[in-house]
């Protein structure tokens, strides 16, 4: 079903007390018009992409009403790592052989932390959003009196004056995170890739564009080639008081002080640097965690999240 469509029909009372409220998005938007034209967008671009925006309701009840992000790890990795997404993951990931070679060939990252991100951003190009980018924003800069994202908004309509994609392609979360990466317009504008080589990044059709513009990102803050993000890892009786992302030691020292690896991991130097996480606290699950994780956590800041991309990544690859 097209959320979208869905969606765009809650009454845009829900959103709006009264007349005073709809004058102040036309002073606003105003404002934002000015705004574009002193950045160089064309006068036409601007006129095409704002001219006939009103504050979005459906925006505006998702924004006011997320959830409130209390589950366990084990909560959160049970849907985020669900059947269904593994083997989604696996065909990707049989489909993309070449294609992840190449990039890692290109780029220095591996398949397992793409076919991770990939997969919980938009299960794999199939869950894309289905807001229009410079409606979600405007509305997000307006109700929020936002700089930032009158700023996005003001990249998006610079991706549409560049000639990339047409304003109604521009399509993406209720927040402006556009295409398969799920990227915001100024990381399309200073990140994304034409890896096919058809001019223009694609990040919404283009498998290709996709893997190589989140590779290129994760490289731009740091990314280390041949080395994990994270792995899991036994560790019984462990103190969880020195554990976190900030007790760094080596290899060898978390050995010594009970951390097992497990069969099949990465063989590595015992002096490189990691952490552990338990992310459930004492006897939950344990992982040792690398710089890769913190370069994960620049994509979203949730150590879930980015424990979540590895155990994406490794499951689907040993599918």
Do not use: C
Not at 67 to 92: D, M, N, P
Not at 163 to 186: D, E, N, R, T
Not at 231 to 252: I, K, M, N, W
């Amino acid at each position: 079903m097209n959320r979208r469509a869905l969606l765009g029909g809650i009454s845009l009372t829900l959103a709006l007390p009264g007349l005073a409220r709809a004058r102040d998005f036309s002073g606003f938007l105003a404002g934002l018009r000015a705004r574009a034209l002193a950045a160089g967008i064309p006068p036409a671009i601007v006129a095409q992409t704002t001219g006939n925006l009103v504050p979005n309701a459906a925006i505006l009840k998702l924004d006011h009403h997320q959830a409130e992000f209390t589950e366990t790890w084990v909560e959160y990795s049970s849907h985020v790592l669900s059947h269904a997404r593994l083997q989604a993951g696996a065909i990707k990931a049989a489909e993309s052989r070449s294609l992840l070679a190449a990039v890692t060939s290109r780029f220095g990252v591996g398949a397992e932390p793409l076919l991770g991100i990939w997969g919980i951003e938009t299960n794999y190009g199939v869950n894309q959003g289905g807001f229009g980018v410079i409606d979600a924003l405007a509305t997000l800069a307006w109700d929020r009196n936002s700089r930032f994202f009158g700023a996005q908004a003001i990249d998006a309509m610079r991706i549409v004056a560049s000639g990339a994609v047409p304003a109604s392609k521009l399509i993406g979360s209720y927040a402006g995170a556009m295409g398969q990466p799920q990227f915001m317009p100024g990381v399309y504008l200073s990140t994304a890739i034409s890896f096919s080589g058809s001019g223009h990044p694609d990040i919404w059709d283009s498998d290709a564009d996709t893997l190589a513009s989140m590779a290129n990102y994760l490289v731009k803050y740091g990314w280390q080639p041949e080395m994990p993000s994270s792995e899991p890892v036994f560790a019984p009786g462990l103190d969880p008081a020195q554990t976190g992302r900030e007790v760094v030691r080596s290899l060898d020292d978390w050995q010594r002080a009970g951390v097992q690896r497990l069969p099949g991991a990465p063989a590595l130097p015992g002096s490189t640097q990691a952490a552990v996480l338990l992310p459930d606290g004492a006897g939950g699950e344990a992982f040792l965690i690398y710089a890769n994780f913190h370069v994960i956590r620049r994509y979203n800041a949730s150590d879930f999240y980015a424990l979540a991309v590895g155990s994406l990544g490794r499951a689907v690859l040993s599918a």
